[in-house]
């Protein structure tokens, strides 16, 4: 299943080997997850008076089994913010698929003896 994500550049132009990153990583989030929606994906550059600290930022917007779910990261390198941010996105989705695939409750006849059958029982009468 392939998904269809909003790619937004703020303060830079769109750059297509960032892009086709950007697609390729939303392919792998795409097999983790049949119930994931990726609404959008934002790469932001610094200002020009940004001197120091992380200077691209991305965030994914998505949700899975209709929760959202909201990533950030931030590097010196657009191509490392890209990558940290979608390695990010896929341990929360397993997270929380995880969560929706682990058993709640117990079934109490699990862990009850099953219950002998008077033939089995060797009782001289």
């Known amino acids: ?25 939303l392919d792998k989030l ?3 997850s049949d119930r994931l929606a990726v609404q959008r994906v934002v790469v932001t550059a610094p200002h020009q008076h940004h001197h120091k600290g992380s200077a691209f930022h991305v965030s994914l ?8 779910i909201n990533i ?10 890209v990558r940290e941010a979608f390695a990010a996105a896929e341990r929360a989705i397993k997270a929380e698929s995880g969560k929706q695939r682990a058993k709640r409750h117990v079934d109490k006849n ?6 002998a059958e008077p033939e089995d029982l060797d009782i001289a009468s």
Do not use: C, F
């Open 1 to 25: 299943m392939k998904l269809a994500a909003n790619i937004v550049y703020r303060d830079l132009e769109a750059s297509p080997a960032l892009s086709a990153t950007i697609e390729k990583k």
């Open 30 to 32: 795409a097999r983790l």
């Open 61 to 68: 917007e998505m949700q899975l089994h209709g929760k959202p």
């Open 72 to 81: 950030s990261h931030a590097e010196d390198k657009a191509p490392i913010a």
């Open 110 to 115: 699990d862990w009850l003896a099953p219950e």
